[in-house]
């Protein structure tokens, strides 16, 4: 530098530079963020201050077939409280009131640490609206305790098939990390039963609220007057195709005991009433369910969270004979009018081979009303394991269903493949068939295969899947939309299933016949007893049935466990049901009739 | 018009103006910063009482006498000293940094008024007949000058007002006319300093290029040997920084050199400004609409941080107005040094500018994420008594001058 003096021109030079270099620097890095980048920046300032809570949405109702509620939805109070703003002097006196342990209060606090104490958090859920109304006369002296009003399910309508509706509950851990846009923690999602199945319709669609919060999160505000946000839509209602009345019914009738009642429509698999008992409260449900509930229904003996309906496996006794006279139809084996002589019983081998009674000469039609052991022993040697597996099959015995709600068991019809694997081939003789021909020995049936071979035989071959959902009401349109089911075609002759179908009608109208205690005189009923043995008890009474004979319009299986005999106990209950339905679907009929006839005046 | 010409002449109205301007402004950015939050709201009535005083001041100090600063420069240079080893012993801990005393119930900042005494003492040491700054016992002799208060700076330990009283110094040493070597010896050991916070090689190769610029000048080699065992300890500065400085100045160190590691702890603040300053756009989001202040998401953004609330709620229109009058303002102090009439009035104007420049650079840079994080207030905007008072002071100093630019001063 050659002009080393004071304030020389260079220096001042300098100087000037440095100045107009750094405020070009700075005009540089202004243009940079607030007018290239402004989007950017825009965007984190916005992620800064606004925040989102979603809103549930309440459930979809489901109804029964004449949209009358069966499950709806009834306001929940669920208590708050903001850590920031709560004063752990109250504690005392909140557990008091909400009737919990001393401890619970604090316990709640130290978990709600880890996150932002400035949002309120659940303290209880379904709280009584009691305690709600003590909550509002005291709030001034309890600040950081609020309330809000959640939906939970109502179940007050008279109506529990537990084993159908099922319940909800708290999403778990596992289910929501498999599904977090859908859900987030403390979410209700269906866990059995309807609920369950048909989650997707059912859920709603959650809506959001959008919030201003300062840098220590606290909420000064809503975002846009609340413009934004965006208002939760409520799940659409399921229809289903149980019939109010016949449930309530089919729900008393099998109260004091343990076994299952299904009905259905043989001519499109739509499940009228479903019980299985015992059931449990599904009102237990709708709140928070405590262990100790939890544990005394896993414990109880009677297996009330058991799904007798779809799970339960029993041997079909004397209700599976039609299915081994078809096969000997259809082959061509007999004729309607092939006899057998009952003196009480069939000698195999060194074995005796009991009936129930010293039948004499029937023919099938009888063998069937009488529900004749001795002529079914001889049949099925005939016919044989390999046709009766094949017709087993044609009434889709031995398999699931397909119901729409699970879990459900297949049952067992043996064949000889069955056989040759567990006895080994050639050392199984036919001797090992003769129970099968009643139903007994190592063939197994659901209620719910039961129900579809009842309506099977009802419907002559045809029907669908059986089902408990019609269709479902799409929440914003208000549209009903049906469900499709698939088709079940049985491959036998009309006239077959004439002769079957007589010789059921002649189970309840003949003298002989072992349901003629449940005939009617307004409404012929065809059924079929039939006794479930079983080897760690009483035997389980089995009746299946259908009514009107002609035309049928509803198929009824009903298993009453340890009690013995099916006509004594089933029999009445499927009886009452079947009535109920037809004259409560007259009623409505000619109510209709009435209303048209109204309308035209 | 007559009258006009007359007061121009006696007063600089540029310098006046754009005074007046950003302090309006301040109070602006300050209300919208306050009106709303608990703890400051009082703020605004505070900052209006001290430009109340602060005018007084700068009206008392215009009217003085022109020799009175050359007379009073050593004593309020030692006076200066007094307090900031008085600050050290009585002083408050505010932010980790023991640098506010109160008498009476008026708290202020020692190393504020430290300031003036600097700029007065080293003007009139430098402007010394007798002194060449180019005689390297004269250039260590004014260097312990400078030190001396940084090094008292440093023990609060006030990292800011440390560099900002190295740069004034620095500055001044430089217009009186140091040569090339002088600068470099001056200069070095910093340069050293900053390139050893990046790591150990960018430390080495700084250290080379300094060992082929000391074979360049050719200076003789206990002088050169002398240069370079203070270059090559300066690189060590920064270990033992971190021992004297506070953990929280340790870690806004790092978020400067490595921002994103922390943006939840020592980098929020920055983070957060860059954020409201950039969200402001062309036009801002308009008078206390801003959220980001609002909200308050910077803490004591009235300070440190008011740039970005200009920024925000004013935009890059708000922005750029108040860059272009300090730059008005920093050149029209630039034309006065040398309009003024004697080469001590000349330096003393070179002082004050380094300092609201050093100010300026760093407190708007911090609020650009330029500059690291270093609590400096920007003169006139910033929220904050000793600051506003000092600066108005120095201003008085400046006017001062420029009145009695045509008298020689004996």
Not at chain 1, 176 to 181: F, G, I, R, V
Not at chain 1, 325 to 334: F, N, P, R, V
Not at chain 1, 457 to 466: E, I, M, Q, R, W
Not at chain 1, 559 to 566: D, R
């Amino acid at each position: 530098m050659s002009e080393n003096y004071f304030g020389s021109a260079i220096r001042r030079r300098i100087v000037f530079i440095l100045i107009i270099g750094m405020i070009a620097i700075q005009t540089f890095q202004l243009v940079n963020m607030q007018l290239l980048e402004k989007d950017k920046y825009e965007e984190k300032s916005k992620d800064n201050s606004i925040k989102s809570f979603s809103i549930n949405a309440p459930r979809g109702i489901i109804f029964d077939r004449n949209i009358e509620i069966l499950v709806g939805n009834k306001p929940s109070f669920t208590i708050q409280i903001t850590p920031s703003k709560y004063n752990s002097e109250n504690n005392k006196i909140i557990e008091l009131v909400l009737g919990v342990n001393s401890g619970y209060v604090n316990k709640l606090l130290k978990k709600f640490r880890k996150y932002s104490k400035f949002k309120p958090r659940t303290l209880m859920r379904g709280v009584d609206y009691k305690i709600i109304s003590w909550l509002e006369e005291n709030h001034s002296m309890l600040p950081g305790i609020s309330y809000i009003v959640e939906t939970k399910r109502d179940y007050t309508f008279g109506i529990n098939a537990a084993h159908v509706f099922g319940y909800t509950k708290e999403i778990d851990r596992k289910t929501l990390n498999k599904n977090k846009n859908k859900y987030s923690i403390g979410d209700d999602v269906g866990f059995s039963g309807v609920e369950k199945k048909y989650e997707k319709y059912l859920r709603g669609e959650k809506g959001r609220e959008y919030y201003v919060v300062n840098a220590r999160q606290k909420i000064v505000g809503r975002n846009n007057e609340g413009k934004n946000d965006i208002a939760p839509i409520k799940g659409n209602d399921i229809v289903l195709s149980l019939d109010y009345e016949t449930q309530k019914i089919a729900e008393e009738l099998m109260n004091s005991s343990k076994g299952s009642a299904i009905a259905l429509d043989p001519t499109n698999g739509e499940i009228l009433a479903y019980v299985s008992s015992p059931q449990y409260n599904l009102a237990d449900f709708a709140g928070v369910t405590s262990t100790a509930l939890w544990d005394s229904l896993r414990n109880d003996k009677a297996k009330p969270l058991f799904n007798r309906g779809t799970i339960s496996m029993y041997p079909p006794g004397s209700t599976f004979k039609m299915l081994v006279a078809m096969a000997a139809l259809e082959k061509g084996i007999i004729t309607p009018a092939y006899q057998v002589n009952c003196k009480g019983g069939l000698q195999f081998g060194n074995r005796f081979f009991k009936c129930t009674h010293f039948h004499g000469k029937v023919n099938l039609k009888e063998a069937i009303e009488e529900s004749c052991n001795t002529y079914f022993y001889k049949l099925i040697l005939k016919v044989g394991i390999d046709n009766l597996y094949e017709y087993s099959k044609k009434f889709h015995l031995g398999e699931k269903t397909g119901i729409d709600i699970s879990p459900e068991s297949e049952g067992l019809i043996p064949s000889r493949k069955y056989y040759d694997r567990i006895y080994g081939k050639g050392k199984w003789t036919d001797g090992y068939l003769l129970n099968l021909g009643i139903g007994q020995g190592e063939i197994i049936t659901t209620p719910i295969q039961l129900a579809q071979y009842t309506a099977l035989l009802a419907n002559s071959g045809v029907s669908k899947t059986p089902h408990f959902a019609k269709g479902y009401i799409e929440s914003l349109s208000n549209e009903f939309i049906p469900f499709e089911y698939d088709s079940i075609k049985v491959d036998i002759s009309k006239r077959t299933f004439k002769i079957i179908q007589n010789a059921m009608a002649g189970v309840v109208s003949s003298q002989n016949g072992t349901a003629h205690g449940v005939k009617l005189d307004e409404i012929s009923i065809s059924g079929k007893t039939g006794t479930a043995q079983n080897s760690h008890g009483k035997d389980h009474a089995i009746f299946i049935a259908y009514a009107p004979s002609v035309n049928p319009q509803i198929a009824v299986v009903v298993i009453v466990e340890n009690v013995g005999y099916g006509s004594t106990f089933a029999a009445p209950i499927a009886q009452k049901i079947i009535t109920t339905y037809l004259e409560n679907k007259k009623n409505s009929i000619s109510e209709l009739i009435n209303f048209d006839k109204k309308e035209v005046n | 018009m007559k009258i006009g010409a007359k007061l121009k002449d006696k007063f600089d109205l540029v310098i006046i103006l754009s005074v007046i301007a950003l302090i309006t402004i301040g109070i602006v950015a300050i209300y919208s910063a306050t009106y709303n939050h608990p703890t400051a709201k009082g703020n605004l009535n505070k900052q209006i009482f001290f430009v109340m005083v602060s005018f007084l001041i700068l009206f008392i100090i215009y009217f003085l006498p022109a020799r009175t600063f050359r007379i009073i420069a050593f004593p309020s240079y030692i006076f200066s000293l007094l307090i900031l080893v008085a600050v050290l012993f009585l002083g408050k801990t505010i932010y980790g940094a023991k640098s506010w005393m109160s008498i009476g119930a008026i708290g202020f900042q020692p190393s504020e008024f430290a300031k003036i005494g600097l700029i007065l003492f080293l003007s009139y040491w430098l402007t010394d007949s007798k002194r060449d700054i180019n005689n390297i016992k004269d250039l260590l002799l004014t260097v312990l000058i400078g030190f001396i208060p940084i090094l008292l700076i440093l023990l609060e330990p006030d990292m800011g007002t440390a560099i900002v009283f190295a740069s004034i110094s620095l500055a001044m040493i430089f217009w009186s006319g140091l040569n090339l070597f002088g600068l470099f010896v001056v200069l070095s050991p910093g340069i050293i300093l900053f390139a050893s916070l990046f790591g150990t090689i960018p430390f080495i190769a700084t250290l080379l290029l300094m060992l082929v610029a000391l074979f360049y000048f050719k200076q003789n080699l206990f002088i050169s040997g002398a240069v370079f065992v203070v270059n090559l300890s300066a690189g060590f500065i920064f270990d033992f920084l971190l021992k004297i400085l506070k953990p929280h100045q340790v870690k806004r160190l790092q978020s400067f050199v490595d921002p994103t590691a922390d943006p939840l702890g020592a980098g929020y603040n920055a983070l957060q400004a860059k954020v409201a300053m950039g969200s402001g756009g062309l036009f801002g989001k308009g008078f206390l609409e801003g959220n980001q202040t609002q909200l308050r998401f910077i803490p004591e953004q009235w300070t440190d941080f008011i740039y970005c609330v200009i920024g925000e709620e004013f935009g890059f229109i708000g922005s750029i107005i108040v860059l272009a009058i300090f730059l008005v303002l920093f050149l029209r102090l630039l034309n006065l040094a040398s309009v003024a009439d004697d080469k001590f009035g000349k330096l003393t104007i070179i002082g004050i500018l380094t300092m609201f420049f050093i100010h300026f650079t760093i407190n708007i840079g911090m609020n650009l994420g330029i500059t690291p994080v270093i609590g400096l207030p920007l003169p006139f905007i910033s929220y904050g008594g000793s600051s506003l008072v000092t600066n108005m002071f120095l201003v008085g100093i400046v006017l001062n001058i420029y009145k009695n630019r045509k008298h020689h001063v004996v």
